[in-house]
């Protein structure tokens, strides 16, 4: 007969003290799997989520990062994004910069605001 569950492979047979051995096992293993599958997969969505940003507005990392691999720290743009609901609907770069104190077209750290922004 064939257990459900986490046991499937668990059958009973002649050796009963085997399989008592082998299901409590099964139940100690199943659920520190499910829970190490569970933290490295919210981990690995946290790491692509700026990517994600990055390839829907078609522009590199350091766009709206201080640091070219993205990450916390964020430029004007980048801050400019966050306040208007990640979207760069009416952004115009010279008017940003200038209320940021930094130089249009300014990347990375010299795109970090030297003024109180936004």
């Known amino acids: 007969m064939w257990w459900a569950a986490g046991e499937f492979f668990i059958s009973h047979g ?11 096992v099964a139940h100690l293993v199943t659920p520190a799997l499910f829970i190490v599958t569970v ?28 640091n070219a691999s993205g990450g916390k720290g964020w430029g004007f743009r980048g801050k400019f994004y966050e306040h208007n609901n990640d979207s760069f609907k009416g952004f115009v770069e ?10 249009p077209g300014a990347m990375g750290q ?9």
Do not use: D, I, W
């Open 94 to 103: 010279k008017t940003e910069a200038a209320k940021a104190g930094v130089k």
């Open 110 to 118: 010299a795109a970090k605001p030297t003024k109180k922004y936004p």
């Open 14 to 24: 002649t050796n009963s003290r085997y399989n008592a051995f082998t299901m409590k």
């Open 39 to 66: 933290v490295l997969s919210a981990s690995s969505f946290e790491a692509n989520a700026t990517p994600a940003f990055a390839q829907k507005e078609k522009k590199t990392c350091n766009y709206c990062h201080l």
